[in-house]
């Protein structure tokens, strides 16, 4: 008999393979969302360079994350050293 994956058990199956990946998703929706409620008090910053600012915040935010993750997890076995 076949057994057919749901998409929530999916889910719950990636997000303990790799739980740095859900936390960078979190924080690039904090920082979005911080950033857009923020914009209404930019002063005199162009909006282009305010939307720039944001993406490299949040974009740095993710692969900080992942990159933390990455390196948590690939530590050198014992026999290696």
Do not use: C, W
Not at 1 to 27: H, L, Q, T, W
Not at 28 to 53: E, N, P
């Amino acid at each position: 008999m076949s057994y057919e994956e749901g998409n929530d058990s999916k889910f719950v199956r990636k997000v303990k393979e790799n739980p740095f990946v859900p936390i960078g998703m979190a924080g690039f929706v904090a920082i979005v969302g911080h950033q857009l409620y923020k914009m209404k008090s930019r002063g005199d910053t162009k909006m282009s360079v305010h939307l720039i600012h944001m993406r490299v915040a949040a974009q740095g935010f993710v692969v900080g994350a992942i990159t933390v993750g990455m390196l948590g997890f690939f530590k050198p076995s014992p026999r290696h050293k």
